[in-house]
C-alpha cells in the first residue's frame, strides 16, 4: 500500500536560509507524489508533482523536489526561504485513480 | 485559473443535526472526492465519486456520510446526525481523469463547528 511519511512536524528557518522538508514513501509501485501547501485558512494548493521523466521538479514559487527511487524519498526544497513562505506542506502518493495518501504535515516557520 | 470552490465556508450546527457540506468541482472534471482534517492533524480521505458513483471510501466514511451530484455541477457531502467528533474542515476535491499522475485541486474548504 503506499504511504507516506513526513520527518518533522514543525521546520523553522531564517529569512533567506535553505528550505528542506523531509518525505519519504513507501509504494509497491511506482508513485505518483506530490507536494501541496496549505497557508493558514484555506485549503490546499499544489506546489509540484512528480509523475514520470525527470527527476528534479519545480513547482511554484521557487520550490522544487527530487525523487530519489533508492532512498524513497521525495524532499521539497527552496533556496532561500521568504516570509511568506510560511505555511503547513503537505507530502501526498495518489493511491491508483482514487485517494491521495497524506502526509501528516510540517509547519515552515520563517524568522526574521 | 478555474478552481473548486466550497460553501459554506463555516458551519455551526448542532450535534444530531443533518448537515450538507456543497462544492462545486472544476467544469470539466469527472472525479471528485471529500476529505477530512481534524484540527491538527492530517488531511484524511473520505470518499472518491465517479460516474454517479462511489468507487472508494474509507473506513471513516460510515453510514451516517453520504455524497451526491445531484445536478451537473454540485458536489454534496451529507453528514445525516453529526457528533462532536465530526468537527473539521471538510475538503471538497476534483480531478480531470483516471490517470493517477493527475493531482486533485482543492478547495478552500468548509469548516464544521459541531456544537
Known amino acids: 500500500a503506499q504511504s507516506v511519511t513526513q520527518l518533522g512536524s514543525h521546520v523553522s528557518v531564517s529569512e533567506g536560509a535553505l528550505v528542506l522538508l523531509r518525505c519519504n514513501y513507501s509504494?509497491?509501485?511506482?508513485?505518483?507524489l506530490f507536494w501541496y501547501v496549505q497557508y493558514p485558512n484555506q485549503g490546499l494548493q499544489l506546489l509540484l508533482k512528480?509523475?514520470?521523466?525527470?527527476?528534479l521538479v519545480k513547482g511554484i514559487n521557487g520550490f522544487e523536489a527530487e525523487f530519489k527511487k533508492s532512498e524513497t524519498s521525495f524532499h521539497l526544497t527552496k533556496p532561500s526561504a521568504h516570509m511568506s513562505d510560511a505555511a503547513e506542506y503537505f507530502c501526498?502518493?495518489?493511491?491508483?485513480?482514487?485517494?491521495?495518501?497524506f502526509g501528516a504535515g510540517t509547519r515552515l516557520t520563517v524568522k526574521p | 485559473e478555474p478552481e473548486v470552490t466550497q460553501t459554506p465556508s463555516h458551519q455551526v450546527t448542532q450535534m444530531g443535526q443533518e448537515v450538507i457540506l456543497r462544492c462545486v468541482p472544476i467544469s470539466n472534471h469527472l472525479y471528485f472526492y471529500w476529505y477530512r482534517q481534524i484540527l491538527g492533524q492530517k488531511v484524511e480521505f473520505l470518499v472518491s465519486f465517479y460516474n454517479n458513483e462511489i468507487s472508494e471510501k474509507s473506513e471513516i466514511f460510515d453510514d451516517q456520510f453520504s455524497v451526491e451530484r445531484p445536478d451537473g455541477s454540485n458536489f454534496t457531502l451529507k453528514i445525516r446526525s453529526t457528533k462532536l467528533e465530526d468537527s473539521a474542515m471538510y475538503f471538497c476535491a476534483s480531478s480531470s481523469d483516471a490517470g493517477s499522475n493527475q493531482p486533485q485541486h482543492f478547495g478552500d474548504g468548509t469548516r464544521l463547528s459541531i456544537l
Open positions: 501526498a502518493v495518489r493511491k491508483g485513480n482514487n485517494d491521495m495518501r
Open positions: 512528480y509523475t514520470t521523466g525527470a527527476t
Open positions: 509504494s509497491s509501485v511506482p508513485p505518483y
